[in-house]
């Protein structure tokens, strides 16, 4: 019997990997998110990524062409975050600056999620980080914040809620109270 007869196959990175789907999103949104932070490496990181990813080229170039408006977040992080932590999403494994990385869902879901509690607040905290990974799970991770499914995104979070505090919601409306 030779050496390599009686071991285990070696496993990839992937395979050894282990955690949630939130989890493998937040790693390849931070990634992204490197990326973006060099702008020599911008578009061959982008390239990169879409190339995991599977992204269409149809959609990497919208992203780049579309109006600052349209794609672009805006607006101070920090304040973003306090909003949501206010409006009783938590920021997760995320740090603040993601919610202005027009790379990332997070800052056109964080502005879908102030938009559903609408001044009200969760009634137990969900982090955002397993809301996106639950939405994504689901849909197309959205680029803009018109791509954002909000009944796709009220069903993360009950969702999320169920799974982070073993409830049975079913209404978003009912995991909303007042401030």
């Not at 009634?123 to 499914?149: F, H, K, L, M, N």
Request: one cysteine or more.
């Amino acid at each position: 019997m030779s050496k390599d007869e009686g071991q285990a196959p070696k496993k990839s990175f992937l395979e050894r990997m282990t955690g949630t789907t939130a989890q493998i999103t937040a790693l390849l949104i931070a990634v992204t998110a490197l990326l973006t932070l060099i702008p020599s490496l911008t578009k061959t990181g982008r390239d990169a990524v879409c190339a995991v990813l599977s992204c269409s080229e149809e959609s990497a170039q919208q992203s780049s062409n579309n109006a600052p408006g349209e794609t672009q977040p805006s607006g101070d992080p920090s304040s973003k975050l306090q909003a949501l932590e206010a409006a009783g999403i938590g920021r997760g494994a995320i740090q603040a600056d993601w919610l202005n990385n027009e790379y990332s869902p997070y800052p056109f879901i964080g502005d879908a999620l102030l938009k559903l509690v609408d001044g009200k607040r969760l009634v137990r905290p969900v982090p955002i980080d397993t809301v996106v990974g639950t939405y994504e799970y689901q849909t197309a991770s959205p680029r803009s914040a018109a791509e954002v499914d909000l009944e796709h995104l009220k069903a993360s979070v009950v969702a999320t809620y169920n799974e982070t505090y073993g409830e049975t919601q079913s209404d978003f409306q009912a995991l909303l109270r007042a401030r």
